[in-house]
Structure formats: structure tokens, C-alpha cells
């Protein structure tokens, strides 16, 4: 039986044989046919992580041409978020995690090619492009290198 006490085979079939006597929640379309679904979801996987994080703030008019920084600094300003705020805080804890997907999704993990870090530097527009792996980071507005934000096995 379902340990969210919805009904399985209501949410299965649309028809339980216990009626509205089921001790179970009648619920349609939950998350067990969730796999059926993927013909919708095309679309959202052409996203990258950056356009992902945006889209979670429609009312904000994200330019994906411009640099990923700016429009972070941009959208604070647009929501009003000082620098103590915690829906900032939150927001750019996400930002940077979605430049760390952005970086894995494009380049793999090896946060140690300088090379890679400055391609992402161009993409997100910062100029000028650092020379050294050190102060990639920080021009990307991060405090530490993606590599260390992902969790490591072992
Ligand atoms: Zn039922």
C-alpha cells in the first residue's frame, strides 16, 4: 500500500472497488505514472541550468545573451532584495549552484582546467577574462571553486 495514503489503484486506474469507503485518499495523476510524461518535457531539457534558475522568476525579463551576473544583480534590483534579505541569500545560493551546473552540463567537472573556467567566463560575460584558475571563482561571483560545491564520493 501507498505510504502517502493515496489509493494506488485509484490513481492507477481512476476506479477503486471500495468506492468512497476506501480508507485511502482518491487521487488522480499522482507521481506513480510520472515516467509516462516525458513526451511534454522535450522543451525544459534544451534549458540550461541558468535558464532553469531564471524560470523560477517569471516576472523577471531574463536575457540569456546578456552576462549571468549582471541579470542576477539585475533581478535583485528589480524585487528590491538588499544584501541581507533571505529570499537574495537564497536566491543567490541557487545562482551559484546553477553556474556550477552550468559549468559541469558544458564542461564536465574538472574544475581545475583553467581553460574551461575561462570559456564559462566568457559566456557569462565577465571581462576581463581572469589569467589564473584562482581568481576564476571570484569573478564569477563565487566564493569557492564549483568543484567544491559538488558533493565528493568517498
Ligand atoms: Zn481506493
Not at 16 to 22: A, E, L, Q, T
Not at 100 to 107: D, K, L, R, S, T
Request: aromatic letters at 10%; charged letters at 25%; hydrophobic letters at 30%.
Amino acid at each position: 500500500m501507498s505510504s502517502s495514503g493515496v489509493c494506488n489503484a485509484y490513481a492507477q486506474t481512476g476506479n477503486c472497488r471500495y468506492g468512497s469507503r476506501c480508507k485511502y485518499a482518491h487521487v488522480e495523476g499522482v507521481d506513480l505514472k510520472d515516467s509516462n510524461n516525458g513526451t511534454k518535457r522535450s522543451q525544459t531539457s534544451t534549458q540550461t541550468p541558468l535558464d532553469k534558475f531564471f524560470a523560477k522568476y517569471p516576472e523577471f525579463d531574463y536575457d540569456s545573451s546578456a552576462s549571468a551576473s549582471m541579470e542576477f544583480y539585475r533581478m535583485c534590483k528589480k524585487f528590491c532584495w538588499g544584501r541581507e534579505d533571505d529570499e537574495r541569500q537564497s536566491a543567490h545560493d541557487d545562482f551559484k549552484d546553477a553556474l556550477v551546473q552550468q559549468f559541469n552540463h558544458i564542461y564536465g567537472t574538472d574544475a581545475n582546467d583553467l581553460a574551461s573556467w575561462r570559456t564559462l567566463c566568457q559566456i557569462v560575460h565577465v571581462s576581463p577574462i581572469p589569467d589564473t584558475l584562482k581568481s576564476c571563482p571570484t569573478k564569477l561571483g563565487l566564493s569557492t571553486a564549483p568543484g567544491l560545491l559538488i558533493p565528493q564520493r568517498g
